[in-house]
């Protein structure tokens, strides 16, 4: 990936020093040294519904959120395949501290859509984390130089906690009637968080919903979702490579498919450990007599090893293109659908997994349970739901149109 500044004039500074991830090797041995933290922090997670800040702050002393940031920014911009790399061995350990870091990190691209005075002004310290609500209710209307949100609330903000922005999308009401769908950028202190995350799984991202009830946004803090689309944003014309002039919606995902898939990796060794311990000293027929559990841990083990290589695949694509026509319209629609396949086949694979687990697995508490309801609970996400993935690739190869991308609704 290449990012820099079309002009001097343009050229955007970060203000404030943060280490740098200088390689993939880097990226991947500083998480693993983080690791047995993270692992020991996922059962307090899931009970307190919150990923301890102490471990978030292990990871932003790392550089690890900078890895799709813009080096002008601070960031390392080494690229969405490692972004997908990271995500999956946090996941081994801990499906919430994966989708929170997933989260996190991504947003870091995601602020580089929108206008220049927004990049300087929100990403002036190169730590700043930010969350998303992607479709946020209430009312927009033109107000001066900007725009005055009211009535707002949303579901599903995920990294809230230790974010001090939010991005969210809403329509902008406009004075001829029309609707105009956007993107805008609202900082913390606007924003109400309500406790409501009581879920099945993916407890400890404490992804609860936000309330906005009377804020005022400047222009320069917002984006249309036409431009997000088209690739034509303001952001695509303060840095160079294809990620700033794709639509958004064909590189957001790979921010959090890294967390089902590690989940059903971790879950998958974990599996397997489990089995070698008890067959350590078994005879040669006891071994046999487990030769059902061995192919099934093979058999899932390859489905997951697969979904992951395959998103990594597109994700190295994206990295590689310089423009936005080096990806073909059917390559487009590919990333979907991998993205839904990878998501939908590791909850496969964990799911059998769990049916041979054994009784024990059940009960609150167990491991095992913990990461079957985290892994079931992140594929549910809207951009892995199979049928749409499906179709919309199926129309993409038989020279279909597409469908027009909407902000999803509030359902994760």
Not at 161 to 179: E, R
Not at 209 to 231: E, Q, V
Request: hydrophobic share 40%; net charge negative; with cysteine.
């Amino acid at each position: 990936m290449a990012s820099i500044a079309q002009n001097e004039g343009a050229k955007l500074v970060a203000t404030a020093n943060r280490p740098v991830v200088s390689s993939s090797e880097e990226a991947i041995a500083k998480v693993r040294a983080l690791l047995p933290d993270i692992t020991a922090a996922d059962s307090v997670a899931d009970d307190e519904r919150h990923l301890p800040d102490s471990i978030v702050e292990k990871m932003r002393e790392t550089g690890l959120f900078g890895i799709v940031m813009p080096k002008n920014l601070g960031g390392s911009e080494l690229g969405f395949a490692d972004l997908v790399r990271v995500t999956v061995e946090i996941g081994k350990v801990s499906g919430s501290a994966a989708w929170i870091y997933g989260v996190l990190a991504g947003h870091s691209w995601l602020i580089n859509l929108f206008p220049e005075e927004a990049q300087r002004e929100i990403m002036s310290d190169p730590t700043t984390l930010l969350g998303t609500v992607f479709r946020l209710g209430g009312t927009v209307v033109e107000e001066g130089d900007g725009y005055r949100l009211t009535g707002g609330n949303g579901r599903f903000c995920s990294g809230i906690d230790y974010a001090t922005w939010v991005i969210i999308g809403n329509a902008v009401h406009k004075t001829d009637g029309t609707m105009e769908p956007r993107f805008f950028v609202v900082p913390k202190s606007d924003i109400e968080v309500v406790d409501d995350w009581y879920t099945m799984g993916m407890r400890g991202t404490g992804s609860r919903s936000i309330k906005i009830d009377n804020a005022f946004i400047p222009a320069h803090r917002s984006c249309s979702l036409a431009d997000m689309l088209a690739g034509s944003t303001p952001g695509a014309r303060v840095h160079e490579g294809a990620i700033y002039r794709l639509p958004f919606s064909s590189l957001a995902p790979f921010s959090i498919i890294g967390a089902p898939l590690g989940v059903a990796k971790g879950m998958v060794d974990r599996f397997a450990e489990k089995i070698g311990a008890k067959l350590s000293d078994a005879d040669p027929l006891q071994v046999a007599e487990q030769s059902a559990t061995l192919a099934r841990i093979a058999e899932t083990g390859g489905d997951v090893d697969a979904a992951i290589a395959l998103v990594i695949s597109d994700a190295e694509m994206v990295n590689r293109a310089k423009e936005p026509s080096d990806i073909s319209e059917v390559q487009r629609a590919q990333i979907p659908r991998n993205w839904a396949w990878a998501a939908q086949r590791a909850r496969h694979a964990a799911n059998r997994v769990f049916e041979a687990s054994g009784g024990t697995s059940i009960y609150d508490g167990q491991e095992m349970q913990r990461v079957f309801r985290d892994v079931n609970s992140g594929a549910q996400h809207f951009a892995f739901t199979w049928d749409s993935a499906m179709t919309g690739y199926g129309r993409a190869l038989c020279g279909l149109k597409p469908g027009e991308f909407a902000l999803p609704s509030k359902k994760k």
